[in-house]
């Protein structure tokens, strides 16, 4: 072939091969930046995303930037790091809705890890969810019922939980529900029934549950079929995996069988009168009480025969049951014993004197006026009325410094703090000067009388009272918060609200002792302040038959009242943490040890008379 042919066939070959070799396709591309720093933020490196997120924001400007700080800003809070996610935070600024909302939220997030729960509430209350990113959601629902939660709002704390209830796995579910649960328990049946129908069908369910769980608790066979309406009532709906296996529980806890109850009380001496009028109001509970839940009571004497003896002789007499002893020290007498072979509840409470777990037989039950729990329940107040720094006056003595320190205990829970304390005796005549040491008072005349003495000169001027604290918790029994409360006035708080437990408040009160005490916010039990959730027809008969003792024992009537009943429906407390009684002296719950508490009303006093707070809003 000649040369000239040669070089151009060569060429064509080596072209034609080309095109049969297989194409060489380039690397695929890696993650980008962002993608990594997402992925380290999903798998927990918190640290590490938020290094990653920080870079990426240096190398970006406007809105980029702006989500880059954000996310660097929640992986530092997710770690930890309050502090350099708080100055994160607030060097952020942006007016775009969508970045405003997720700043919001981890401010909110931030405020929670450093105890401001005013702050959290406020944030939250700005924050509409459909802006932000769905993976979000679950913190800000969680947030809401948190704080809600510690304000005693249950309603508002349970929609937050229904919401979030779609957005947890299975083991979070379980507890969200049991939360769900709790918070509706806070509020007595007359006003679940006036939250209802709710627009969201699921919290409609909640609220429907829970109403007829009380309402139909006195008998198991009516209890078993209202919780079976309810089931085909609400198909799938979320309590029925967790809520429905407790009430079945509580089903066969139902009904203890009391034939014949032994009633130990100390009906000489005294604390006779006491213990008379809680007498009365069990005795006053059996005649209204149905027939087949009358047991034969027989009543023994503590103070002739000491509370073991009269529960051994009440155990030889064939008692099934035992309600008392009512002194403390008789209780821890009993408490004491190496076996109760009789289901006992006792009218007092005592340290150290559980009962044993849930998963155990409820030998010993501890019930009584406790001024701890309406403490707590004054600070939880407070909070919910957005005060957070406090002043507090008690009595001289072991039952002032266990107010204080329930009342400091549960303020400090809830991110407030106990600005100052006083204890007064309340025997003195003259209870201004503890008044005036609490409030500063004291001090600005110290320092005017100094400075008189350095000039030679007299001084005219007003002591100003201190302004670091924003409510006052006062523990006074009705005679010295008369004298307190307008102390308080006359040394420039009347600014300050004022809280205070049930022991202030005396029914029927005259009008000057209404000037004194008016404006107190106060919680007490609903037989003396909530009209909606008395027993009316008990109330009407016992004011009726001693209507000077209605009045002045009416909380120990209510003692009574409450002690048959709930004795027969202790299993049910016993075995759920859940459970609750509707009781004239407040809704009762037991807790692990066996102790029952009390969940208040609230009213504020006006022209002498309680005015009921908070009815909850739809």
Not at 34 to 61: H, M, N, P, T
Not at 150 to 155: D, E, F, K, M, V
Not at 244 to 269: F, H, K, R, T, Y
Not at 499 to 516: C, N, Q
């Amino acid at each position: 072939m000649p040369r000239r042919l040669l070089i151009p066939l060569l060429i064509l070959l080596a072209l034609l091969l080309a095109a049969c070799a297989p194409a060489v396709k380039p690397p695929p591309a890696g993650p980008s930046a962002e993608e990594l720093a997402a992925r380290r933020l999903e798998s927990g490196d918190f640290a590490g995303a938020a290094r990653d997120f920080l870079e990426l924001a240096r190398g970006s400007s406007g809105e980029a930037a702006t989500r880059y700080r954000l996310f660097a800003a929640e992986a530092l809070l997710r770690s930890g790091d309050t502090g350099a996610a708080g100055v994160l935070l607030d060097e952020i600024r942006t007016k775009v809705p969508v970045l405003q909302a997720w700043q919001a939220l981890l401010q909110a997030m931030l405020a929670q890890q450093r105890q401001q729960p005013g702050k959290v509430a406020t944030l939250l209350a700005g924050i509409d969810p459909q802006l932000l990113p769905s993976r979000l959601l679950p913190d800000l629902y969680r947030l809401q019922a948190r704080s809600f939660e510690a304000s005693g709002n249950g309603l508002e704390a349970a929609r937050a939980r229904v919401r979030l209830d779609a957005l947890l796995g299975p083991e979070e579910q379980q507890a969200n529900r049991l939360a769900v649960w709790e918070a509706l328990n806070r509020y007595n049946s007359q006003v679940l029934e006036g939250l209802r129908p709710d627009p969201d069908p699921v919290l409609d369910g909640w609220i429907e549950l829970s109403v007829l769980a009380r309402r139909e608790s006195g008998s198991a066979l009516r209890l078993r079929q209202a919780l079976a309406d309810w089931s085909s009532r609400h198909p799938g709906h979320p309590a029925a995996e967790t809520i429905l296996p407790q009430l079945e529980q509580m089903v066969q806890a139902l009904d203890i069988q009391v034939a014949q109850l032994a009633v130990l009380l100390p009906l000489s001496g005294r604390l006779a009168t006491a213990a008379q009028a809680i007498r009365d109001g069990m005795v006053m509970a059996w005649f209204e009480a149905p027939e087949g839940e009358r047991p034969v009571m027989r009543f023994y004497d503590t103070t002739t025969r000491g509370a073991v003896d009269a529960y051994q002789q009440a155990a030889a007499d064939g008692a099934d049951a035992v309600v008392g002893p009512l002194a403390k020290e008789e209780v821890e007498r009993l408490a004491g014993l190496e076996q109760l072979p009789l289901l006992t509840l006792a009218l007092n409470q005592v340290p150290g004197a559980a009962s044993g777990r849930r998963d155990q037989p409820l030998r010993l039950a501890q019930f009584g006026l406790v001024p701890e729990d309406e403490a707590a329940q004054a600070a939880e107040r407070a909070w919910f009325d957005g005060h957070l720094r406090g002043l507090v006056l008690v009595p001289e003595g072991e039952w002032g410094q266990r107010v204080l320190q329930a009342f400091r205990g549960r303020l400090v829970e809830l991110g407030g703090e106990l600005v100052d304390f006083r204890a007064y005796d309340p025997e003195q005549r003259d209870l201004g000067p503890p008044v005036k040491a609490l409030l500063g008072i004291d001090e600005a005349e110290h320092r005017r009388a100094a400075l008189q003495r350095l000039i030679g000169e007299r001084l005219h001027f007003e002591p100003r009272r201190r302004q670091d604290a924003d409510f006052v918790f006062l523990a006074a029994r009705h005679i010295p918060a008369r004298q307190l409360i307008p102390q308080l006035r006359f040394h420039h708080a009347e600014d300050l609200p004022v809280y205070a437990t049930s022991h202030l408040f005396r029914p029927g009160m005259d009008s000057e002792a209404a000037r004194d005490l008016e404006g107190v916010i106060f919680g007490d039990m609903p037989w003396l302040i909530d009209p909606r959730s008395r027993d009316r027809t008990l109330y009407a008969l016992i004011s009726n038959a001693w209507p000077r003792r209605a009045l002045s024992q009416g909380r120990l009537f209510a003692l009574g009242i409450d002690a048959f009943r709930l004795l027969p429906r202790l299993g049910r407390l016993h075995v759920s943490a859940t459970a609750r009684f509707e009781g004239q002296t407040g809704m009762l719950y037991m807790d692990e040890g066996g102790r029952i508490h009390r969940l208040l009303s609230w009213a504020r006093l006006e022209e002498g008379e309680p005015v009921l707070l908070d009815q909850p809003q739809r």
